[in-house]
Structure formats: C-alpha cells, structure tokens
Antibody, heavy 129, light 113 residues
Framework: EVQLVESGGGLVQPGGSLRLSCAASGLTFSDHYMDWVRQAPGKGLEWVGRSRNKANSYTTEYAASVKGRFTISRDESKNSLYLHMNSLKSEDTAVYYC????????????????????WGQGTMVTVSS | DIVMTQSPDSLAVSLGERATVNCKSSQSVLYSSNNKNYLAWYQQKPGQPPKLLIYWASTRESGVPDRFSGSASGTDFTLTISSLQAEDVAVYYCQQYYSTPLTFGQGTKLEIK
C-alpha cells in the first residue's frame, strides 16, 4: 500500500522557519513527481510546489506566493520529501499535504504526468506571535 | 495562470437525485500530444485530505463508485453524481494539471436537501 506521512508542523512566529517532512512507502520514490499542496483553515486548495522525478533531475518549481522563501528537497535514501519554509508569514498558516503525482510512460518512452493520486493526511502549520 | 471557476459554490440535492458540479478553465487544458484534458476532480470530506475521483476529465479512479462521472466540452467540465448517497456529502474541487502553477477551483459544497 502506498502511504505518505507528513510531520514537522507546529506553531512558529512570523519570520521564522520550519521544515516539513513527508515519508513515502510502498512506491518507487525516485520514479514520481512529488508536490506540496496547502489548505488554509476553512479555505480551498493551493498548490505550493513540485519536485520532479529522478529522470528529470529532481528539478523544482514553486508557486509565486512562496518562491524565494520555500525550498523542496528529497532524500532518496530515506524515501523522504521535505519542504523548507523560511520567512514565514501569517498567510502561510495552513494544513500542508504531501501528494504523489501520477504518471506513465508511453510506448516511445515519453513521460506524462497525471493527477494527484495519493495524498498524505497533512500537517498543520500555524504562523502566529 | 489558468483560472478554474466552479459553479455553484454550494448545492443541496435530495438523496437518490442527480447532482451536477461545473468547472470552467480560463484556457484549454487539452494536451495535443496525447489528446487528453488535464483536468481532475477531487472529493474532500471534513477532516480528511482530498481524494482523487476523476482524472483526464472523464476517467474514474480505481475504486470510485460508477455513480460518479466526468465530462468535458472545450473548456467546460462537469462532475455528475447520478444518484446522491449520504456519504457523498463533501466539498468537490476541480483542478487543472496542464501547466504550473497547478490551480484548483474554489470548491463546491454538496449537501443533502
């Protein structure tokens, strides 16, 4: 069974830093794009950023709202994804979800990404003084 | 950025009746290389993470009941629940995964009438 388990959330002061972790099991971690999605209390879903798969050199991409403050990294040996958050603001308060991006190779070897097929349970980050 | 607009914001339907949620993208999410619409639907129940229901606009995820269906017409997309069950009470989101930043609709809250 594929499972994603987030940890590292908590209360942090504005301007502070936090690192979220996502432990993946039941999948070949390096094969998949992995994203972070957040949800502010009572609000909708917001894409935070992406770590592409090993075949795409684990390159990253970010939403404009977090670019320059958040960094996504991986530890292949631990099957873990991380979200390093700096210069936190009150508007970063949210549940943060780690998600697996589905995908497949066609007969010519081209990789097509797909929807978010596996979600973690989420970890709450509260930015407040 | 591609803007996803859902309608209605909330919906109350009687048990056993049909529920329809609409989603419109501000530009095409049809990828020419594989002729697929990069549009997904998710269901989120209170206190739970979202769950994938439909991808490629109309392909049901494994294990999703067949009362859930998706359709597409240009940049207009529809999620239909053919016969509403009590366990379908949730918020439903559409999402485009055609290009980054990936974007979601604002959500549609579905309740029992």
């Amino acid at each position: 069974e594929v499972q994603l388990v987030e940890s590292g959330g908590g209360l942090v002061q504005p301007g502070g830093s936090l690192r979220l972790s996502c432990a993946a099991s039941g999948l070949t971690f390096s094969d998949h794009y992995m994203d972070w999605v957040r949800q502010a209390p009572g609000k909708g879903l917001e894409w935070v950023g992406r770590s592409r798969n090993k075949a795409n050199s684990y390159t990253t991409e970010y939403a404009a709202s977090v670019k320059g403050r958040f960094t996504i990294s991986r530890d292949e040996s631990k099957n873990s994804l991380y979200l390093h958050m700096n210069s936190l603001k009150s508007e970063d308060t949210a549940v943060y979800y780690c998600v697996r991006v589905g995908g497949y190779y066609d007969s010519s070897g081209h990789y097509y990404i797909d929807a978010f097929d596996i979600w973690g349970q989420g970890t709450m980050v509260t930015v407040s003084s | 950025d591609i803007v996803m607009t859902q309608s209605p914001d909330s919906l109350a339907v009687s048990l056993g009746e049909r529920a329809t949620v609409n989603c419109k993208s501000s530009q095409s999410v049809l990828y020419s290389s594989n002729n697929k619409n990069y549009l997904a639907w998710y269901q989120q129940k209170p206190g739970q993470p979202p769950k994938l229901l439909i991808y490629w606009a109309s392909t049901r995820e494994s294990g999703v009941p067949d009362r859930f269906s998706g359709s597409a017409s240009g940049t207009d997309f529809t999620l239909t629940i053919s016969s509403l069950q009590a366990e379908d009470v949730a918020v439903y989101y559409c999402q485009q995964y055609y290009s980054t930043p990936l974007t979601f609709g604002q959500g549609t809250k579905l309740e029992i009438k």
